[in-house]
């Protein structure tokens, strides 16, 4: 009885235009994330030819980033809203790949583009559970959180680097880094269609100040 009460539950999550966005955000900065992780201290220390120490300290800055942007973003995306704060920030991540790709002269160029780029970590509490929380009820906002990461890191972090090493087999390790240019953009395209939820834009109530409040959006008028 469980089973098809859990697939009904999901169906119905799907109904509304962010949570089927916020999956496909997920997936593409999941991948995005997986394939820098990766594929990024190859490149430098095979194609740029940096020392260890060189490409310990490029990706560094990775940390670096998501520490400062796991206060800026949020709280720019509560005065600014959710909607072009996450659409810029995922549009930025795509200067982290670029930064090797196309600065690699020196460790310092790389490591301050990669740092600018991995800024773009911040939008993640925002599309794993701010965005699904303020878009349905309480009841069904912890499915909706594990539906949008469970499937970001399935298809993006697991799937999509290991599809990635075998182009990077074929035709190079610049190949994964293109691709992790082309997730963030993407991700930053579909955060433009996403139904604002940010309080200070919509004049709705927060769910943390009351954890009550009815649904505020409905599958109907969510996706208008």
């Not at 559970?129 to 906002?141: F, G, K, M, Q, Y």
């Not at 395209?189 to 939820?197: G, R």
Request: glycine content about 12%.
């Amino acid at each position: 009885a469980n089973a098809p009460s859990t697939v009904h539950q999901i169906l119905g999550l799907l109904k509304f235009n962010n949570i089927r966005l916020c999956m496909l955000v997920s997936c593409c900065i999941w991948g995005w994330y997986f394939l820098i992780l990766t594929f990024l201290p190859l490149y430098c220390v095979r194609v740029l030819q940096m020392s260890g120490r060189d490409m310990s300290i490029v990706m560094s800055a990775l940390g670096a980033a998501g520490v400062v942007a796991a206060i800026v973003v949020p709280y720019l995306s509560d005065r600014v809203g959710r909607r072009p704060i996450m659409a810029l920030f995922a549009a930025v991540g795509a200067i982290a790949p670029l930064g090797a790709l196309c600065f690699g002269g020196t460790t310092v160029a790389v490591g301050a583009l990669v740092f600018l780029g991995c800024l773009a970590t911040g939008i993640g509490p925002l599309y794993m559970s701010t965005v699904p929380l303020e878009t349905v009820s309480a009841r069904d906002s912890a499915t909706a959180v594990g539906l949008i990461m469970g499937f970001g890191q399935i298809v993006g972090g697991f799937f999509g680097p290991a599809f990635a090493g075998i182009l990077a087999d074929q035709f190079g390790l610049a190949v994964p880094l293109w691709a992790a240019v082309a997730a963030a953009l993407v991700a930053a395209i579909t955060c433009l269609f996403l139904k604002e939820t940010a309080p200070a834009k919509t004049g709705r109530l927060s769910r943390t100040l009351a954890p009550d409040v009815p649904l505020p959006l409905q599958p109907g008028t969510e996706g208008a």
